[in-house]
């Protein structure tokens, strides 16, 4: 069983800390323990019962008639909600809850489904995407297992890369992108739904992966010489500095625009080199993609 804090929830539910603790105190659906020092912790139970209490809250139910709902109940009422965007957030807390639980081939079906009724580009930016952004937070402060990431992470890798080899399009931009991504990096994902956009629009791609020396991707640059060099960054490792690779790369791919996206080009505030160009959101990701 996992042990979450009240912030955990905060940061998977969207529910101020400050309600939970007095949705704790009015009602009776969360019953957290506490250690020794008395920290309040959550069980698997009460974050499974938090996100469908907020998702039923935020699309128009009361909180006290919640309390008095049974959990079927609950159930019934999350999966009678009608609106598109409610039906997503729902499968993204389902994909939460099965990943909790590590119930793998729950997870796998869900995905499947989704990718079936929607597409693979439909289901990173609605399910995907938010669902990484949810428990990216879980796996920064080591809330959740090891074992819990890699499991559902290699799935999600196994679906793209078969995207990304079934990719077929007759478009031809006479354009080559280079994909990489720092030392310090290993969070693939992202970079590995960028190689698949790019391919679906018809740019070629050199996808060089994960962790890789600032010196090797200079060097397939050079003889290369592609058009535009992408990265993506989800959570790099405690001795990753930013402003380091950044001004590397300035030097290294000098004459060769760069794009860096992810959340810690989010969190950046000093200033960024000339020819490297910070994407803050996936929006903004793909309306630059279709300037290409």
């Not at 999966?79 to 729950?106: F, H, P, T, Y």
């Amino acid at each position: 069983m996992n042990a979450f804090t009240i912030k955990d929830l905060e940061n998977l539910s969207g529910i101020k800390a400050h309600t939970i603790r007095i949705w704790e105190q009015r009602y009776h659906f969360l019953k957290p323990q506490r250690t020794d020092t008395n920290i309040r912790y959550y069980s698997n139970d009460e974050l499974k019962t938090i996100l469908n209490i907020a998702l039923l809250n935020k699309y128009g139910y009361k909180i006290s008639h919640i309390d008095k709902m049974q959990p079927d109940e609950i159930r019934t009422r999350i999966l009678s909600l009608g609106d598109a965007q409610a039906m997503q957030e729902r499968i993204v807390n389902e994909l939460v809850q099965e990943m909790v639980e590590l119930e793998i081939e729950k997870f796998e079906k869900i995905l499947t489904s989704y990718i079936a009724q929607k597409g693979i580009e439909r289901t990173v930016m609605q399910i995907l995407f938010p669902f990484l952004e949810k428990i990216g937070i879980l796996w920064l402060t080591g809330h959740i297992n090891p074992a819990q990431e890699h499991l559902v992470t290699n799935i999600i890798r196994q679906k793209l890369v078969v995207a990304i080899e079934g990719c077929v399009t007759h478009l031809d931009r006479k354009k080559t992108v280079l994909l990489f991504l720092p030392e310090g990096e290993h969070h693939e994902l992202g970079l590995l739904f960028m190689y698949f956009m790019l391919k679906n629009r018809g740019l070629k791609t050199l996808y060089l992966g994960a962790n890789v020396p600032m010196k090797d991707v200079a060097y397939v640059a050079k003889l290369k010489k592609p058009d535009l060099i992408f990265t993506h960054l989800t959570a790099t490792t405690s001795g990753f500095n930013m402003e380091r690779m950044l001004t590397n790369a300035s030097v290294q791919f000098a004459g060769i625009p760069m794009v860096v996206s992810g959340a810690p080009a989010q969190q950046y505030n000093r200033a960024i080199p000339a020819g490297i160009t910070f994407k803050k959101s996936l929006p903004e990701v793909i309306d630059y993609l279709g300037t290409l």
